[in-house]
């Protein structure tokens, strides 16, 4: 065998090896994926911009829930960064247009699952000490967030584990999925 065909053959063999390694296999179990990796904060896409955002995150302004564009880390975004990135509020810049976040201070991410377009998410205790309009603007902001991306139609909330009824926009309880339809109203135009 010539130096040529068997370094020819050692690049194939290579090359296979890396393409073999480099895919990620469709799951068709339920995946696990937790926020306490830090991430940097999202870049937020220009108003007017021609960059389509990959993201939405909703914060508060009036009252109202308003989506604000980010270009993730990953595309599709992943709903545990995009949960922590919530947590962590609304950048300088947002701030200082008067956008904020409902979701109480030192709220974790402790986990976030998603079967059958359910996000299932496990929250730390923290996010109980809120109630009233607070509350259903908390939990509007993350339900809106996570339903905006392709994988998520709806939200199940749990605090330390255990189940977590949570209020629609009109206050009264959802069942046990949160979807964008309970939030609608309180979506800014």
Known sequence: MSYRSLLLWFLLGGLALVNGACGIEAQSEARNLTAEVELGPLPETAPGSEVD?????????????????????????????????????????????????A?????????????????????????????????ILAVGQIVLTLTSIPEVDGV??????????????????????ATIEDFAQLISD
């Open 53 to 101: 955002p990959a993201a939405w995150l909703y914060f508060v302004e009036d009252n109202q829930l308003v989506g604000l564009g980010r270009l993730p880390n990953q595309v599709p975004p992943s709903p545990g960064p995009l949960v922590a990135a919530l947590a962590r509020g609304p950048s300088r810049s947002e701030l200082d247009r008067g956008f904020w976040s």
């Open 156 to 177: 199940l909330f749990r605090v330390e584990g255990v189940l977590l009824g949570v209020p629609g926009a009109d206050g009264s309880l959802v069942g046990n999925v």
């Open 103 to 135: 979701i109480p201070p030192g709220t974790v991410l402790e986990s976030v699952t998603v079967r059958n377009g359910v996000a299932e998410i496990d929250l730390s205790a923290e996010f109980t000490s809120i109630g009233g309009q607070d509350e």
